[in-house]
């Protein structure tokens, strides 16, 4: 199974720290983020691994490289602005293939066990979500969970982790190279009862602002 990071968001909440780095290349207690999901991925066995870029995408390159020494290989799909996340993975899909892909944002801190999405059957849906219980920066939450299907109604809600296992197909009316996102595409599948789903109850965290960083930075060892 491969595996792509979503990296090319200019991270506008972060600044300054993003005026001058890439959101995934910021650091908690001395490890970028990117690198964490990185590790993660190839203690699952997932070792081919695509990564998009656009904002200051040549430092990601230059930090991360090919990926050997992560025992990883890393691609790069490269953007000359950032196609939002459905348009960014419609773009990168030649070199993720025709089989079902994990995708992950890339300005997470997470303990979720990658392995658990390796080889799980998606029968007829479109896509697998991880969920998690709504941050107090967004306590609407996104979807809703019953059973092991994903609702874009019903109560309580969920949010969305950033974390998914998805078929290609899922992208097949975004033009390569173009914008898209990810969250109307996924609302047509639950729509259609194709999007299956689960809650994480480890830790999760969307670095999403100086402030969340530093409390992070303040009690991760």
Known sequence: MKAMILAAGRGARMKPLTDAMPKPLI???????????????????IREI?????????LIEAALGDGRRFGAA??????AEALE??????????????EPFIAVNGDIFCDFDFSTLVGRALGQDLAHLVLVANPPHHPEGDFSLRGT???SNGEPKL?????????????KSIRSGSKGQLAPLLRSAMARKQV???????????????ERLSALNGHVA
């Open 149 to 151: 299907e994903v609702e």
């Open 159 to 171: 949010t969305f982790s950033g974390i998914g296992l998805y078929r290609p197909e899922l992208f």
């Open 74 to 79: 890393i691609h790069y799909s490269r953007e």
């Open 196 to 210: 299956s789903g689960e809650m994480h109850r480890g830790v999760w965290h969307d670095v999403g602002t100086p």
């Open 27 to 45: 650091e908690v207690r001395g490890k970028t983020l990117i690198a964490r999901l990185i590790e993660a991925l190839a203690r699952a066995g």
């Open 85 to 98: 996340t459905a348009g960014g993975i419609a773009k990168a899909l030649p070199l993720l293939g025709a």
């Open 50 to 58: 695509v990564v998009n870029h656009a904002h200051l995408g040549h």
